[in-house]
């Protein structure tokens, strides 16, 4: 029966295209930003548990580069170690040349720390013990968390990103919806033109 109070084919019609403009928008939405979770409608529980992910791997990175700094603050450590050595070998020179009331030995004594050679051979030691624990500690350290960066960052991955596979076959089927919809909407339109044909 052909009625004129309410075409209800074409607000069907027009209600499924407004669906497809939905489905389209999220698909292109996910194809441009990689993202599966864009907001808090696409899955919160998700996001949360993204957005979690993403923090700690950030922080992990940010602890890589401290843990890298501290291994270059300790291999300059152990530069200057080298060279207070070098400092207590002239030093062991001038003691054996007897020689240690000389200018040069007191400026050796000050730049190694120590009372004579072999003291200042003794403080390097320990001290060289305790930089090569910090040297391999910092190394552990930036290798573990960088691990944890790229590990978490899968993590966020896992629940944020997009299967862009699956979003390319979304965008086809909802330009395909968004064209086949306007014609059923011209279609469902058409039953005015019936009405119209009536009065001629």
Do not use: C, P
Not at 10 to 28: D, P
Not at 60 to 65: K, N, P, Q, R, S
Request: aromatic share 4%.
């Amino acid at each position: 029966m052909v009625t004129i109070l309410a075409n209800v084919n074409a607000l069907a019609a027009s209600r499924q295209i407004g669906v497809s403009k939905i489905g389209l928008n999220t698909a292109i939405t996910r194809l441009t930003t990689g993202r599966r979770v864009n907001n808090a409608a696409d899955d919160s529980a998700a996001l949360t548990a993204g957005n979690t992910a993403m923090a700690a791997s950030r922080k992990a990175g940010a602890e890589v580069y401290r843990a890298n700094a501290d291994y270059f603050t300790a291999v300059q450590v152990d530069g200057a170690n080298t060279q207070k050595t070098q400092d207590a070998y002239r030093m062991a020179e001038m003691e054996g040349g007897l020689t240690t009331t000389d200018a040069e030995y007191a400026a050796l004594k000050t730049s190694t720390g120590g009372t004579d050679s072999a003291d200042a051979l003794t403080q390097i030691a320990a001290n060289q013990v305790t930089n090569a624990t910090s040297m391999s500690a910092a190394l552990s350290k930036a290798n573990l968390k960088g691990i944890e960066a790229e590990t978490q960052l899968g993590i966020a991955d896992a629940w944020l990103g997009a299967d862009m596979g699956a979003e390319m076959a979304n965008l086809t089927k909802y330009q395909i919806l968004m064209q086949a919809g306007t014609s059923a909407l011209n279609n469902a339109n058409q039953s005015a033109q019936t009405i119209l044909g009536l009065f001629r």
